[in-house]
């Protein structure tokens, strides 16, 4: 990595840009460093929050490339660090800090790669995309995008660089996660069978749930490329109740599904929401149950012959694959630009733990791989 690139990702990890918390002064700073370089960039500031992400491009009009990236990190609390984890710290061929490998280590090296852009002869416009809250659902990508779209135009393709170990990940499934919020009727436990327990009602919800997992399991769609080849449903939290001699008149819970690109995701959420509707009728209208969808992505699938596929592939030289956890490469897939994910780090065994890191190694490979890259953008 040049020292351009560690400069930068110093900067990065030393803003906490924990998903909670504002990430303006990132912004400020990557919005600076690409002007200072020629850049055209246009920030998309959240309507309700003081976050933002950016668009930037250099380059005369075109199609170009898109490389894309997210600013928010997971949380250290809990975690046990052995070094601070706002703090870049060099150990051998490791970098430590929060964010590292999930995914400062690739926008430190997109930032490089912005930098020798604009000192090249450009043909096609590099663009670059910067998001927000990618790690509590891809909310920023969401609220940016219908700003986002006139403004990228229809690109070759899109780079995401979440971490792959910089193999080339062609797909991973989709998500929706909601919040179901049942109201029953309260009274003393003495008498529970006179009332309609909002609890038990959202543990038969529950039950419905996991009886969909089954029916996904013995006949939803399957691709044998994920560790678990088909569609999963997972409830994360049930709340209920205020005291044992009460009978609970409210519930909450969290729950999801993750979906392959074959499967009907609506087709999907309205069996789950008529389960609800049909819990509600056996009761005799006494709970209700409302369904509230907090977040969503879309599937990724790209074609392993299409130009994206290929160009990164060759500039790496890694195998295909797919990968278990989501990314904001669909939504890009689902505008029509051709989409991959490849980048530096591991999310398995780096992401999101404690003492996270990224060895310069792969950050060489990355860097290596966007110079290839860049090649298609400039005269011969």
């Known amino acids: 990595m040049t020292s351009l690139s560690l400069e930068v990702l110093d900067r990065l990890v030393g803003f906490e840009t924990v998903s909670a918390q504002s990430n303006l002064a990132l912004i400020d700073f990557v919005q600076n460093f690409l002007t200072e370089r020629g850049f055209r960039v246009a920030r998309l500031e959240d309507p309700d929050a003081p ?16 490389l894309s990236a997210h600013s928010d990190v997971v949380p250290v609390t809990g975690q046990h660090w052995t070094r601070p984890p706002f703090k870049l710290t060099a150990d051998g061929d490791f970098l430590y800090g929060r964010g590292t490998t999930d995914m400062k280590g690739f926008v430190a ?7 020798r852009a604009s000192r090249l002869p450009l043909t096609e416009p590099l663009k670059l995309v910067l998001s927000y809250d990618e790690e509590v659902g891809c909310r920023g990508i969401a609220r940016m995008w219908d700003r986002l779209v006139p403004l990228m135009g229809k690109p070759r393709m899109a780079l995401i660089g979440e971490p792959t170990i910089m193999g080339v990940v062609l797909g991973h499934k989709g998500k929706r996660a909601y919040r179901a919020r049942i109201r029953g009727e309260a009274g003393h436990s003495a008498l529970a069978p006179r009332f309609a327990s909002a609890l038990h009602a959202a ?12 029916r996904l399991e013995a006949s939803g769609q399957r691709d044998d490329a994920y560790d678990i080849p088909y569609a999963t449903v997972h409830v994360g939290l049930l709340e209920s109740g205020t005291s044992l001699n009460i009978v609970p008149d409210h519930a909450e819970i969290l729950f999801e599904f993750r979906h392959l690109a074959e499967d009907d995701p609506d087709a999907l959420e309205q069996r789950i929401k008529a389960a609800a509707e049909g819990i509600c009728r056996r009761l005799g209208d006494r709970v209700t149950i409302e369904i509230e969808r907090t977040s969503a992505y879309p599937s990724l699938a790209t074609d392993l012959t299409s130009f994206a596929a290929l160009t990164v592939k060759r500039a790496v030289g890694t195998p295909f694959g797919k990968v278990a956890f989501g990314t904001e490469a669909g939504f890009f897939a689902r505008a029509g630009i051709p989409s991959v994910v490849c980048g530096p780090g591991s999310m398995e065994a780096q992401g999101h733990r404690p003492d996270e890191y990224v060895s310069r190694l792969q950050l060489n490979q990355c860097e290596i791989m966007l110079s290839q890259l860049l090649c298609l953008l400039k005269k011969d």
Not at 109 to 115: I, S
């Open 109 to 115: 090296e997109m930032l490089a790669a912005a930098d």
């Open 203 to 214: 543990t038969d919800f529950v039950a419905e749930l996991r009886a969909e997992q089954v």
């Open 51 to 66: 976050k933002a992400g950016l668009y930037a491009e250099i380059g005369p009009p075109g199609p170009g490339l898109i």
